[in-house]
């Protein structure tokens, strides 16, 4: 009889766990189904039809990874939330087109598959998925001995979702004197760990598991804080609100990521102390010895989102959508604001 030894496993690649995962996820991805899902995993591709009721449909698509925040994650053993990270990242790009999503993949890569592990990853991608409205269409399990250390994987995010050509986002209403409306974050998001690890993770200074002053929560778990998905109630408030850009608050912080989406000549000014900073990042400002412009240009500073809207209309969307108005645009290009230190 042939020597039934399995080579491949031998290598390092499990194609039975590999295929245990994808039964533990079918039930997972069957929580996001939404209309125009077309069959279901399994099959070399995902399939999804076109919504109806779109004269003129423009597909948008971003991806996105959670950055080294996985490591954090990874160190701590909690891989239930960082899912809901991936999606949000991406999901809160494509918003900002006034697009809604309508489906995501995942890419899921590591050097031993742990089923229990690629399961507790993927059942954070569906709440993510659910939380946005779109469907967890399928993705791809990569088991790669030798790229990644032990207790190491890796995660990547595609998102695609539709917009009516006449509704696209595109900022060419905004016009000096509109008024900027923050939304809140839940804290961090997914930019700016490797300067938070450097910081609070691999001094060993901290201990994760202990509030060390002000954060009303262990480190690790507000490290942890899964991304605020704002899709939904995005796409509810331009309903009825005369929003004329989004911008979504990621690398480069609001400095970074307001001009991208202004008309050619308009800058911001941001107005001082109209908000407060979260204690996690005052925590990393005070002991990374950070200046008011490295917080700035790293972390959102507690603002996830920002909405451009005519001045008359700013207050009543801060006050429907839990924001505030933070700013307003100019006819000088260029970005200014200074936090005040003692908020």
């Known amino acids: 009889m042939a020597d039934r030894r399995d080579a491949y496993r031998d290598a390092g690649v499990d194609i039975e766990a590999g295929d245990a995962l994808v039964e533990r996820i079918k039930p997972l991805a069957a929580s996001t189904h939404r209309p125009g899902v077309v069959g279901g995993l399994g099959g070399f591709g995902g399939l999804f039809a076109m919504p109806e009721g779109f004269t003129d449909p423009v597909l948008v698509s971003g991806t996105d990874g959670v950055g080294t925040k996985l490591l954090v994650a990874q160190a701590l053993g909690r891989h239930d939330t960082i899912g809901i990270d991936l999606v949000a990242m991406c999901v809160n790009d494509i918003v900002v087109s ?19 592990e690629g399961a507790e990853v993927v059942g954070g991608i569906a709440e993510g998925c659910r939380q946005a409205g779109c469907a967890l269409l399928g993705g791809e399990t990569a088991e790669m001995p030798g790229m990644y250390a032990p207790g190491h994987y890796d995660l990547a995010g595609f998102a695609v979702g539709v917009v009516e050509r006449s509704a696209i986002l595109d900022g060419s209403a905004v016009r000096p004197g509109w008024r900027l409306v923050g939304l809140p974050s839940s804290g961090l998001h997914s930019n700016g760990y490797s300067l938070v690890r450097k910081v609070l993770v691999d001094s060993g200074r901290f201990d994760m598991g202990v509030d060390p002053g002000g954060l009303r929560a262990p480190l690790g778990e507000v490290l942890l804080t899964p991304t605020r998905i704002y899709v939904k109630e995005l796409l509810a408030l331009r309903a009825t609100h005369p929003i004329g850009a989004l911008a979504h608050i990621t690398g480069g912080g609001l400095p970074g990521n307001l001009p991208r989406v202004l008309p ?30 490295d917080l700035l240009r790293t972390f959102n500073c507690g603002i996830g989102m920002v909405a451009a809207v005519p001045a008359e209309a700013a207050e009543a969307l801060a006050q429907e959508a839990g924001g505030m108005v933070i700013g307003e645009v100019t006819d000088v290009p260029g970005f200014s604001v200074h936090l005040d230190s003692q908020r």
């Open 98 to 116: 006034g697009a809604e999503p309508l489906f995501f993949l995942d890419y899921f890569a590591t050097g031993r598959l742990s089923v229990d």
């Open 264 to 293: 050619e000549g308009c800058g911001v000014t941001l107005f001082d102390s109209s908000w407060v900073v979260p204690p996690i990042m005052r925590l990393l400002q005070e002991e990374g010895h950070l200046s008011d412009d």
